[in-house]
C-alpha cells in the first residue's frame, strides 16, 4: 500500500460515506442467517424435548430424549467409535501431513509444484466418491490394497477390511488420510515456508544437527498451524458422516459388522431419516455440539493456543 | 519376482550405489533418497485414481484378473465402453424413465447456480466488513464466527422440519436458499478485500461513483484470484455434498450423481464396473475446475490459516 493512503483525507474533499450502503451489503446475509440458522437453531431447542413421527405428530416428552440417548448402548458405541476415529486418525493425520510437507519443503522448483498437486488431489473428490471408490479398492481377491500387500508382503490377498469389525476402522482410518492427508498438508508447507531460515543457518553455523533445529527452530514456528490443523482435524472427524456410509453401502451390514463403522453423525442421521424422530435427532445433534465444545476447548487449553 | 518388489529392491539398490560411491559428501544419494521417497508417495496418492480409470474402461472379468490394464493383445475382448453403456441405460422411476444424463445435468445446475449465487452474496458481505466501519460491524463478525462452530448436523432435522411446513421438500430452493450467503464466504472475501488501498475506493467516491458501482467495478476486479478460488470450493462443495439432496429431495429426476451413485451400490452390488465408470465420470468435471484453478485455491486456502 502506498504512503498516501495512511494519510487522513482532507475534511472538506471528503465525499459522505454512506451509512446505509455496508448494511445493504450484508442485508442477504442476515436475511438468510435468520430464517436458515436463527430460526432452526431455536427449533432444535424446542424440538430436543419432542418425541416426533415425521414433521406432522409431536409429543412432549422432556428430557426423555437425552435420557434415551445416554441409555442407547448403540449411542454408546457410536460414541466409542467417534472417539477412536478422532484420537487415532488426528494422531496419525497430524505427523503424516507434517511430514509430506517436511519432505516437499526440502525440494525445490517445478517438480515440487507437481508432488504438491499429486498429495492435494484426493481433497477435492467428495467422500461419496471417495467411499465408493475405497469399498472396491479395499475388496478382497481383486482389490487394489490387498493385491499390493500381496505382492509385497506374500499375504493379505483374502482380508475382508470392511466385513470384519476389526478392520473397519483401520480401513475407514486409511481411507481418511488418503483423503486428507495432501489438504492438512497444504497448511503446513505454507507454515514451513515462513520459517525464519536466518534462524536455522545460526543454528547450523553453531553446529547444531537436523533433528534439533527441527526440534528447536522449526517446530516452535509452525506450531500456531500445528494447533489450527489439530483443530479442524478434530472438529472434522467429530462430523465423520459420509465417508463411513459410502464405504459400507455395498456390504450386508450398513453400519458395520457389531456397528464397527456407526458413528454419532450416522446416529442422528439414522435417527432423522429411518426413524423419523426429528426429537430424537436434535437431541443428538445437541449431545454432539455440546461434545465437540469441551473437547476444542480442551484442546485450546491443553496446547495454549489461546496465548498464541 | 513380482514387479513391486523389484520395483522396491532396484530403488534401494540404486541408493546404495550412489551412497557408496559418494562417500564423503553423501548429497547425490540424500537427494536421490529424497526423490525416491516423493515418487512413491505419490505413486500411493495417485494409484486409486489410475486404478478406477482403468476400472472403468474394464469387463468384469477383466477387473478381477488384472490389477490396472490388461495386456496389449487381450485389450479387444476385455477393454469397452460395456460399463458406460450399461451406466446410462434408460432406468425406470415413479416418475418415468431416466437416463444417467439427468443426474449429471442436475448436479452441474445446481453447482453452477450455488456457485454464481455465493459468489455474488458472500463477496457483498466480505466487502462491507473489509471497507466499512458501522455500528454493529464487531457484533456481526463475533456472531458469524460463533455460527461456524456449530456443527451443521445440529440444524439437519429442524431445517428438514421447517422445509416441509414452507413446502420446500423437493425444491431446488432448498438447497441454494439456505448457504445463499454464508459466514465462510464472507470471511474468505472480507480477508482478501482488506488488501484492497482506500485511496482507490476514497477516488472514485469523490468521482461520484455509486456504492455498487465501487464494489463491482473497482473492488471485484482486485481480488480476482479469491473470486477464483471460492468459486472452485463452492462449486465442487456442492458438486460432492450429499447430506442436503439426500434428505431435502425426492423425486428421482430431480436426484444429484453422488445420492444415485450410491444408490447405485446397494442396489447393483455385482455391478462394480457401471458405478464405477459414474464415479469416474463424474470425478472428472471437478478434476479440470480443479486443475485449471489450482494455483489460486491452494494460496488462498492457506489465507484461512494463522500465520506460522
Same mark, same amino acid.
Given at each position: 500500500?502506498?504512503?498516501?493512503?495512511?494519510?487522513?483525507?482532507?475534511?472538506?474533499?471528503?465525499?459522505?460515506?454512506?451509512?446505509?450502503?455496508?448494511?445493504?451489503?450484508?442485508?442477504?446475509?442476515?436475511?438468510?442467517?435468520?430464517?436458515?440458522?436463527?430460526?432452526?437453531?431455536?427449533?432444535?431447542?424446542?424440538?430436543?424435548?419432542?418425541?416426533?413421527?415425521?414433521? +406432522?405428530?409431536?409429543?412432549?416428552?422432556?428430557?426423555?430424549?437425552?435420557?434415551?440417548?445416554?441409555?442407547?448402548?448403540?449411542?454408546?458405541?457410536?460414541?466409542?467409535?467417534?472417539?477412536?476415529?478422532?484420537?487415532?486418525?488426528?494422531?496419525?493425520?497430524?505427523?503424516?501431513?507434517?511430514?509430506?510437507?517436511?519432505?516437499?519443503?526440502?525440494?525445490?522448483?517445478?517438480?515440487?509444484?507437481?508432488?504438491?498437486?499429486?498429495?492435494?488431489?484426493?481433497?477435492?473428490?467428495?467422500?461419496?466418491?471417495?467411499?465408493?471408490?475405497?469399498?472396491?479398492?479395499?475388496?478382497?481377491?481383486?482389490?487394489?490394497?490387498?493385491?499390493?500387500?500381496?505382492?509385497?508382503?506374500?499375504?493379505?490377498?483374502?482380508?475382508?477390511?470392511?466385513?470384519?469389525?476389526?478392520?473397519?476402522?483401520?480401513?475407514?482410518?486409511?481411507?481418511?488420510?488418503?483423503?486428507?492427508?495432501?489438504?492438512?498438508?497444504?497448511?503446513?508447507?505454507?507454515?514451513?515456508?515462513?520459517?525464519?531460515? +536466518?534462524?536455522?543457518?545460526?543454528?547450523?553455523?553453531?553446529?547444531?544437527?537436523?533433528?534439533?533445529?527441527?526440534?528447536?527452530?522449526?517446530?516452535?514456528?509452525?506450531?500456531?498451524?500445528?494447533?489450527?490443523?489439530?483443530?479442524?482435524?478434530?472438529?472434522?472427524?467429530?462430523?465423520?458422516?459420509?465417508?463411513?456410509?459410502?464405504?459400507?453401502?455395498?456390504?450386508?451390514?450398513?453400519?458395520?459388522?457389531? +456397528?464397527?463403522?456407526?458413528?454419532?453423525?450416522?446416529?442422528?442421521?439414522?435417527?432423522?431419516?429411518?426413524?423419523?424422530?426429528?426429537?430424537?435427532?436434535?437431541?443428538?445433534?445437541?449431545?454432539?455440539?455440546?461434545?465437540?465444545?469441551?473437547?476444542?476447548?480442551?484442546?485450546?487449553?491443553?496446547?495454549?493456543?489461546?496465548?498464541? | 519376482?513380482?514387479?513391486?518388489?523389484?520395483?522396491?529392491?532396484?530403488?534401494?539398490?540404486?541408493?546404495?550405489?550412489?551412497?557408496?560411491?559418494?562417500?564423503?559428501?553423501?548429497?547425490?544419494?540424500?537427494?536421490?533418497?529424497?526423490?525416491?521417497?516423493?515418487?512413491?508417495?505419490?505413486?500411493?496418492?495417485?494409484?486409486?485414481?489410475?486404478?478406477?480409470?482403468?476400472?472403468?474402461?474394464?469387463?468384469?472379468?477383466?477387473?478381477?484378473?488384472?490389477?490396472?490394464?490388461?495386456?496389449?493383445?487381450?485389450?479387444?475382448?476385455?477393454?469397452?465402453?460395456?460399463?458406460?453403456?450399461?451406466?446410462? $441405460?434408460?432406468?425406470?422411476?415413479?416418475?418415468?424413465?431416466?437416463?444417467?444424463?439427468?443426474?449429471?445435468?442436475?448436479?452441474?445446475?445446481?453447482?453452477?447456480?450455488?456457485?454464481?449465487?455465493?459468489?455474488?452474496?458472500?463477496?457483498?458481505?466480505?466487502?462491507?466488513?473489509?471497507?466499512?466501519?458501522?455500528?454493529?460491524?464487531?457484533?456481526?463478525?463475533?456472531?458469524?464466527?460463533?455460527?461456524?462452530?456449530?456443527?451443521?448436523?445440529?440444524?439437519?432435522?429442524?431445517?428438514?422440519?421447517?422445509?416441509?411446513?414452507?413446502?420446500?421438500?423437493?425444491?431446488?430452493?432448498?438447497?441454494?436458499?439456505?448457504?445463499?450467503?454464508?459466514?465462510?464466504?464472507?470471511?474468505?472475501?472480507?480477508?482478501?478485500?482488506?488488501?484492497?488501498?482506500?485511496?482507490?475506493? $476514497?477516488?472514485?467516491?469523490?468521482?461520484?461513483?455509486?456504492?455498487?458501482?465501487?464494489?463491482?467495478?473497482?473492488?471485484?476486479?482486485?481480488?480476482?484470484?479469491?473470486?477464483?478460488?471460492?468459486?472452485?470450493?463452492?462449486?465442487?462443495?456442492?458438486?460432492?455434498?450429499?447430506?442436503?439432496?439426500?434428505?431435502?429431495?425426492?423425486?428421482?429426476?430431480?436426484?444429484?450423481?453422488?445420492?444415485?451413485?450410491?444408490?447405485?451400490?446397494?442396489?447393483?452390488?455385482?455391478?462394480?464396473?457401471?458405478?464405477?465408470?459414474?464415479?469416474?465420470?463424474?470425478?472428472?468435471?471437478?478434476?479440470?475446475?480443479?486443475?485449471?484453478?489450482?494455483? $489460486?485455491?491452494?494460496? $488462498?486456502?492457506?489465507?484461512?490459516?494463522?500465520?506460522?
Amino acid at each position: 500500500m502506498r504512503a498516501a493512503d495512511n494519510l487522513p483525507v482532507p475534511r472538506r474533499r471528503r465525499s459522505p460515506t454512506p451509512r446505509w450502503a455496508p448494511y445493504l451489503f450484508v442485508a442477504p446475509y442476515i436475511a438468510v442467517t435468520l430464517a436458515f440458522f436463527a430460526y432452526p437453531f431455536a427449533h432444535a431447542i424446542e424440538l430436543a424435548f419432542y418425541q416426533t413421527a415425521g414433521p +406432522n405428530a409431536r409429543v412432549w416428552v422432556g428430557m426423555g430424549n437425552f435420557r434415551y440417548i445416554l441409555s442407547d448402548p448403540d449411542f454408546r458405541t457410536a460414541l466409542y467409535n467417534t472417539a477412536v476415529f478422532s484420537v487415532a486418525g488426528t494422531a496419525i493425520m497430524l505427523p503424516a501431513s507434517l511430514g509430506l510437507a517436511l519432505v516437499l519443503n526440502s525440494g525445490r522448483g517445478r517438480a515440487r509444484a507437481w508432488f504438491r498437486l499429486f498429495f492435494f488431489s484426493p481433497s477435492v473428490v467428495g467422500q461419496i466418491f471417495v467411499g465408493i471408490i475405497f469399498a472396491v479398492v479395499l475388496a478382497p481377491d481383486y482389490g487394489l490394497l490387498n493385491r499390493f500387500l500381496q505382492a509385497l508382503v506374500g499375504w493379505g490377498l483374502e482380508t475382508r477390511w470392511l466385513e470384519n469389525s476389526a478392520t473397519v476402522m483401520p480401513a475407514i482410518i486409511i481411507t481418511n488420510l488418503w483423503l486428507y492427508a495432501g489438504f492438512n498438508m497444504i497448511y503446513f508447507l505454507a507454515a514451513l515456508q515462513n520459517v525464519d531460515q +536466518n534462524l536455522i543457518e545460526a543454528a547450523r553455523i553453531d553446529g547444531a544437527g537436523r533433528w534439533r533445529v527441527f526440534r528447536h527452530i522449526t517446530l516452535p514456528a509452525i506450531r500456531p498451524v500445528a494447533i489450527f490443523v489439530l483443530l479442524i482435524s478434530t472438529i472434522g472427524s467429530f462430523q465423520l458422516f459420509e465417508l463411513p456410509y459410502a464405504l459400507m453401502r455395498g456390504t450386508t451390514s450398513p453400519n458395520g459388522p457389531n +456397528n464397527s463403522a456407526l458413528f454419532i453423525v450416522g446416529y442422528l442421521y439414522d435417527a432423522a431419516y429411518s426413524i423419523g424422530d426429528l426429537g430424537l435427532a436434535s437431541a443428538v445433534g445437541w449431545v454432539l455440539a455440546l461434545i465437540m465444545l469441551t473437547v476444542s476447548l480442551i484442546q485450546i487449553r491443553l496446547t495454549g493456543a489461546s496465548n498464541d | 519376482m513380482n514387479p513391486v518388489r523389484l520395483t522396491l529392491l532396484a530403488a534401494a539398490a540404486v541408493a546404495a550405489i550412489l551412497y557408496a560411491a559418494d562417500r564423503r559428501r553423501p548429497r547425490l544419494a540424500g537427494r536421490y533418497a529424497r526423490l525416491m521417497v516423493l515418487v512413491f508417495l505419490a505413486a500411493a496418492f495417485l494409484a486409486p485414481f489410475a486404478w478406477i480409470t482403468c476400472a472403468a474402461f474394464k469387463d468384469r472379468r477383466a477387473l478381477m484378473e488384472y490389477t490396472f490394464l490388461p495386456p496389449l493383445s487381450a485389450w479387444r475382448e476385455t477393454i469397452n465402453l460395456g460399463n458406460f453403456r450399461k451406466l446410462f $441405460e434408460p432406468r425406470t422411476s415413479l416418475q418415468g424413465t431416466i437416463v444417467f444424463w439427468q443426474y449429471l445435468l442436475n448436479s452441474l445446475f445446481l453447482s453452477s447456480a450455488a456457485t454464481v449465487i455465493q459468489v455474488f452474496f458472500c463477496s457483498l458481505g466480505g466487502y462491507a466488513l473489509a471497507k466499512f466501519r458501522f455500528p454493529g460491524r464487531r457484533t456481526l463478525m463475533l456472531f458469524m464466527a460463533g455460527s461456524l462452530m456449530l456443527p451443521s448436523m445440529l440444524f439437519l432435522a429442524p431445517t428438514y422440519d421447517m422445509l416441509v411446513h414452507i413446502g420446500w421438500i423437493d425444491s431446488y430452493a432448498a438447497l441454494l436458499v439456505p448457504s445463499a450467503a454464508n459466514a465462510f464466504g464472507i470471511f474468505l472475501f472480507r480477508q482478501a478485500m482488506l488488501s484492497v488501498p482506500n485511496s482507490l475506493i $476514497e477516488a472514485a467516491r469523490v468521482d461520484g461513483a455509486s456504492e455498487f458501482h465501487i464494489y463491482s467495478r473497482i473492488v471485484m476486479p482486485l481480488v480476482q484470484p479469491m473470486t477464483a478460488a471460492f468459486c472452485l470450493i463452492v462449486f465442487m462443495g456442492q458438486w460432492n455434498t450429499f447430506l442436503g439432496p439426500q434428505v431435502f429431495i425426492q423425486s428421482d429426476y430431480k436426484l444429484t450423481v453422488p445420492i444415485i451413485l450410491s444408490q447405485y451400490v446397494s442396489q447393483f452390488q455385482e455391478e462394480y464396473g457401471m458405478f464405477l465408470a459414474g464415479t469416474f465420470l463424474s470425478i472428472l468435471p471437478i478434476a479440470a475446475l480443479f486443475l485449471t484453478l489450482q494455483k $489460486e485455491f491452494i494460496s $488462498e486456502l492457506t489465507t484461512s490459516a494463522p500465520r506460522g
